[in-house]
């Protein structure tokens, strides 16, 4: 587990407190050291991965770390404490230096969808699924109703209109002007006409007539059950007490 293919030199100089003298310029005790590689057991103490026989009568009662070969060689007991406390560190940067990228990543994330959508934009929220993973799961046609951002430092996230938590930025499709599907007029036009399309078209005078008096939506969608749908969804997505 523990990386020693570095120079003798490297390890001398990685190491923090005690001073490796024992390593310096001594390439063979390095290879030494890798063979003998250790491990951690369950209920603390090391073990000897070159020592301990792979067998499970061994791993009752393995050989500790530092081994015989590596005390023969000179490692000492500090020098052993050393080169563990230098692995620990250089895991726990390698843990610090993910979570900052992941983080700058996010964050970037959540710059792009701040800077290219403005807080209102009609969107496709999934709180379940995606419809490519679980096409039976809810689909919310929506707006957002906050910008983005990173919450507890592990996920892009946006809060949308008729839902009460916030849904993962992956989970949020933004509507394209472009699309004229009935689910994307409703997003765009319910929150200016919050009536639900009804089933009995009354025709405005002119020069509107083509507009229903009675829900405001245009004559043709009255027999179009998509559009009705859509609507009735779009409906349930506003705000309490309307867009
Ligand atoms: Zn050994
Ligand atoms: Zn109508």
Not at 150 to 173: K, M, P, Q, R
Not at 224 to 238: G, S
Request: hydrophobic share 35%; glycine share 6%.
């Amino acid at each position: 587990m523990t990386d020693y293919s570095a120079s003798a030199a490297r390890f001398a100089a990685d190491t923090r407190g005690h001073e490796l003298t024992v390593l310096k310029d001594n390439a063979e005790l390095a290879d030494l050291l890798k063979l003998h590689d250790w491990d951690e057991l369950l209920f603390g103490g090391f073990y000897c991965t070159h020592c301990t026989p792979d067998d499970e009568d061994s791993f009752a009662d393995p050989i500790p770390w530092p081994c015989l070969p590596l005390r023969e060689a000179g490692i000492t007991d500090d020098d052993a404490r050393a080169l563990i406390e230098a692995h620990r560190e250089k895991v726990a940067a390698e843990y610090r230096a993910k979570k900052a990228d992941e983080q700058a990543e996010l964050q970037r994330r959540v710059d792009a969808f701040n800077s290219r959508y403005k807080v209102g934009t009609p969107v496709f929220a999934y709180p379940g699924c995606r419809p490519e993973d679980h096409p039976g799961d809810k689909r919310l046609i929506t707006r957002t109703r906050s910008k983005a951002e990173v919450l507890g430092g592990h996920t892009d996230v946006v809060w949308v209109d008729g839902h009460g938590a916030c849904i993962a930025l992956s989970h949020v499709d933004v509507i394209s002007a472009t699309d004229t599907s009935p689910e994307a007029s409703a997003a765009r036009n319910v929150p200016r006409n919050p009536n639900e399309l009804c089933r009995d078209f009354q025709s405005k005078p002119e020069p509107a007539e083509f507009w229903c008096a009675n829900c405001r939506w245009n004559k043709a969608m009255h027999d179009n059950e998509a559009a009705r749908t859509a609507i009735r969804n779009a409906l349930d997505c506003l705000p309490a007490g309307g867009a």
